[in-house]
């Protein structure tokens, strides 16, 4: 008798909590947006290792891609630029916000706030992705948002690392990259390059830190 | 898919009848002959009927189907073996007590060994540095060659076809008179190779043959001297195709490889001789690709040469036996890619007591001393206890180290990949290659160039066993082997530079801590003598000691996605499921039935539990939302037939379910059949 009521209680408790967890995570879903936006369209030149093609612009209020001056960020294969500081190269959109980045540590819903001393913007000798959070470092040295297998010579976002943002016109968002590839089996020997992103988002439209 | 098979001869028929576990007798694990029913180290004897049964004619067709060892394809195709849950390249493979070489990525490819002219397979688990040095972390496997024991001649021939177009021929040719034996063999194997994917240009094996001629003299010189020598080439052609940018590229891989060993024992007096062996071989792998206009794409070689020479004395007074050795080795490989061609000299010296006190325990010690031109010279020890409880019950213990040294890749790699842009750099050239790229202002220092001077450390490891052995009728057997590994200063390659443009420049580290553990189990029933089930398990966890440090604290920065709510989830310890490619559980069950005095069946059946290959989701470890190799099961029959005293044959197939997994397993090919003819002429 004591085991069935024991036994009770604990399919009780076990029900409860997955409960619990499957709300939260339902409730979250609802909250983020998740999106998929294709920067595929890149050339690799392997004897300098330069990329070139179009970067797709995306903006956090409109909540898509956008050919205007009021984007947030941009991509173009690998490699990440935001809105704000100046341009690297030639071949970059010009920056016209105050957009500026910086990558965290833990799962969407435990970064809910911005660290605004982290944030920081492109500059002319690249983006601020590459040469200070390094997010085109791809994650080798553990910094990064993804990482490149040198065995499957494939590149797989990390999990728990969130990109926060401030955005061209100073409101703030949260970013995860979920998938770089347009197939959930990717194979680079048949040519997948990637540039296929699918992030969620949660965007903060009134200026506030906290999200 | 392999095959050879012999009839059983009429003296193992007796052994087999009298008392299979008493007669299984070792030479590997100590060094000198010992039956392994007393032996107090987890050793296993795969036996010339075992090899038959399932008309095996590669190593590695034999091997795969034992408890605890994983036949596991490395990054690189090369078939190896994990034991205790340890990688392949941590096995030291003999052929009569002679090392064989040829790790173009630390494992050996098993594919390439004949079993012929193999009469028995010892496989000693658990770190046996003390006895073989280097490698030798996760064990031994050590093939015997046949023996003739009545004066004669005897030539056996046998013919095997399989699935995909498969040819087996075999020619083994045996003489004893008096002081001298001679055994001449030659195996030949073509095979189509077979295609698991259709919709790329490429099969997944590609055809190729291969043969081996190996030839072995014993003559005893005097009554107090013999001489042996084993002679051995081994020569492999195989297609060799790849894809480059939607191209067909085509060419060859060729494989050559021989050895030469001699060894003269003196027989001074009924308890003390003394051997000396020389032993030299040469390993060489060369491929090139050209491409659809049969210009040279690319090109590579692989070649090393070993030289070995031991001396051994034996000693025996009443329980106690003592052998101790000494010797030197020395090595050369050239290679592309490689900065030299590197050359390493070691010397060493070994002792191991075996005795037995109070009538009843027995104790093994043992140690050995390698000094290699480059490091610090390391010590391996071995103990083992062996405590009979009861004449039906036994308890082992031991506790052994072993080693392995960096290999030349590690030392010497200077690989740079234009394709991809990146560059390895062996750890002795690392630090004067990026000295130079960072005098001409093309890098970026991302680890102190500093820590680079220091050479590399070698592997090293801590093996622990505990085993019950139970026989409580002379039908009925249990083993149980509780084993622990502890792997320290693991060799891995990490980011240390940025070159031009933001390339990876890699070197090789003492990084991680590995720990194995588990359990096996076998049993054997005999329940009359035409029928026999044995059953084997084994229980394995093997992951990485910082990791699992890492993951218990609360801040842990592992974090994998839930593709199910497209977010990220907080590892935390139950969800880090180890080391890849290692399965929770293994096991087989097998029968073998006597239908009549002249046929015979066996089958097995094997099973694997999930496993996987790498990471998926980009946190560098395998954790449970990871994607998995599902689990799976192979079963094998065989119908062995002796048409009468001279000819036999089999039927058998492989893989009867067909499984197969083209994405993730490409060394399981669906279901083979096979038949195979032996005949004897006297």
Not at chain 2, 26 to 50: D, F, G, N
């Amino acid at each position: 008798m004591k085991h069935t009521i024991f036994f009770f209680l604990l399919s009780f408790l076990l029900f409860t909590s997955c409960e619990k967890s499957s709300t939260e995570e339902i409730l979250w879903w609802h909250n983020a947006d998740v999106v998929e936006l294709n920067a595929s369209d890149f050339e690799l030149n392997i004897a300098d290792t330069l990329a070139t093609g179009d970067f797709i612009k995306f903006s956090f209020s409109e909540g898509s891609i956008v050919t205007n001056e009021d984007w947030d960020v941009a991509f173009r294969g690998t490699t990440l630029i935001v809105n704000g500081g100046e341009k690297a190269n030639n071949d970059q959109p010009g920056r016209t916000g105050d957009a500026a980045v910086y990558i965290a540590t833990g799962s969407m819903s435990e970064i809910n706030s911005v660290d605004t001393n982290s944030l920081l913007q492109d500059n002319s000798s690249g983006s601020a992705i590459l040469n200070n959070i390094m997010i085109d470092d791809l994650g080798v040295s553990g910094q990064g948002w993804a990482s490149y297998s040198l065995s499957t010579h494939l590149f797989s976002p990390r999990a728990g690392r969130i990109l926060v943002f401030r955005t061209h016109d100073n409101k703030y968002a949260k970013m995860e990259i979920i998938y770089f590839y347009d197939s959930l089996n990717p194979d680079t020997g048949s040519g997948d390059i990637g540039g296929y992103y699918t992030f969620n988002y949660v965007y903060q439209s009134t200026g506030e830190i906290n999200f | 898919m392999l095959l050879t098979y012999f009839s059983f001869s009429q003296n193992q028929k007796e052994a087999i009848v009298f008392d299979r576990k008493l007669e299984e007798v070792t030479i590997s694990a100590t060094k000198t002959a010992k039956s392994i029913a007393k032996l107090p180290i987890p050793v296993m004897i795969i036996s010339e009927k075992e090899i038959e049964e399932f008309g095996s004619s590669k190593l590695f067709d034999v091997i795969k189907r034992q408890t605890g060892i994983v036949s596991v394809t490395t990054k690189t195709g090369t078939e190896g073996l994990q034991m205790q849950g340890l990688d392949a390249s941590y096995t030291t493979i003999l052929l009569d007590g002679f090392p064989i070489i040829g790790r173009s990525f630390g494992a050996l490819d098993l594919n390439r060994i004949a079993l012929v002219d193999v009469e028995k397979i010892e496989v000693i688990k658990g770190a046996s540095s003390s006895l073989y040095g280097s490698n030798a972390l996760g064990g031994v496997i050590n093939l015997v060659s046949k023996k003739k024991l009545i004066d004669g001649k005897s030539t056996t021939f046998s013919l095997k076809h399989a699935t995909h177009n498969t040819t087996n021929a075999s020619l083994i040719y045996q003489y004893k008179k008096e002081h001298l034996q001679l055994s001449n063999s030659f195996d030949y194997y073509n095979s189509d190779g077979y295609d698991l994917i259709d919709s790329d240009k490429l099969s997944t094996v590609n055809p190729y043959s291969n043969y081996t001629i190996s030839s072995n003299l014993k003559y005893g010189i005097s009554d107090k001297i013999l001489l042996n020598t084993n002679a051995r080439y081994y020569k492999q052609e195989q297609v060799y195709t790849a894809e480059h940018l939607n191209s067909l590229l085509k060419g060859k891989s060729n494989i050559e490889e021989w050895s030469l060993g001699s060894s003269l024992k003196y027989l001074m007096s009924s308890n003390f001789n003394q051997q000396i062996d020389v032993y030299k071989t040469n390993y060489r792998a060369d491929e090139f690709l050209n491409t659809e206009e049969g210009i040279l794409h690319d090109n590579n070689y692989f070649d090393h040469i070993l030289l070995q020479s031991e001396l051994k004395s034996y000693f025996t007074y009443k329980g106690l036996n003592t052998v101790i050795g000494f010797g030197m080795t020395k090595e050369e490989l050239s290679r592309r890619d490689f900065s030299n061609n590197p050359k390493q000299d070691l010397k060493f010296l070994y002792g191991q007591l075996d005795a037995t006190a109070f009538d009843k325990l027995n104790i093994i010690l043992g140690s050995r001393y390698d000094s290699y031109t480059d490091y610090t010279p390391v010590i391996s020890n071995k103990l083992a206890l062996g405590i009979p409880i009861t004449k039906k019950l036994n308890i082992n213990s031991s506790v052994g180290s072993g080693f392995k040294t960096p290999d030349f890749r590690q030392k010497y790699f200077d690989f740079t990949n234009s394709t991809i842009g990146y560059t390895v750099l062996g750890r002795d050239v690392a630090f004067d290659r990026l000295a130079t790229m960072q005098a001409e202002g093309m890098i970026q220092e991302i680890v102190p160039f500093s820590e680079l001077i220091s050479p590399l450390k070698s592997e090293t490891s801590i093996n622990l066993n505990l085993g019950i052995k139970y026989y409580p009728t002379h039908n009925l057997t249990f083993d149980v082997n509780l084993f622990n590994n502890k792997v320290n200063d693991l060799i891995e390659w990490q980011l240390v530079a940025k070159g031009v443009n933001n390339t990876n420049i890699y070197s090789y580290f003492n990084i991680n801590q590995v720990e194995t553990k588990g359990l096996e189990f076998n049993a054997s029933y005999k329940k009359t003598n035409n029928l026999e089930i044995k059953f084997g398990y084994q229980l394995l966890y093997a992951y990485d000691t910082e990791v699992v440090k890492d993951i218990e604290k609360d801040d842990s920065d592992y974090y994998a996605l839930n593709t199910e709510t497209l977010t990220s989830v907080r590892l935390n310890k139950e969800d880090y499921f180890g080391l890849f490619n290692r399965s929770r559980h293994m096991g087989n069950i097998k029968l073998n039935y006597n239908l009549n005095d002249k046929t015979e069946l066996n089958t097995i059946l094997t099973y694997r539990s999930k496993y996987a290959l790498s990471d998926s989701n980009g946190n560098e470890i395998l954790d449970t939302y990871d994607k998995f190799v599902v689990g799976y099961s192979l079963c094998d029959v065989a119908i062995t037939h002796q048409i009468n005293s001279l000819k036999s044959c089999q039927i058998g197939v492989k893989n009867i379910f067909g499984f197969t997994n083209p994405e993730f397993i490409s060394n399981i090919t669906g279901r083979l059949y096979y038949m195979s003819f032996k005949v004897n002429f006297k």
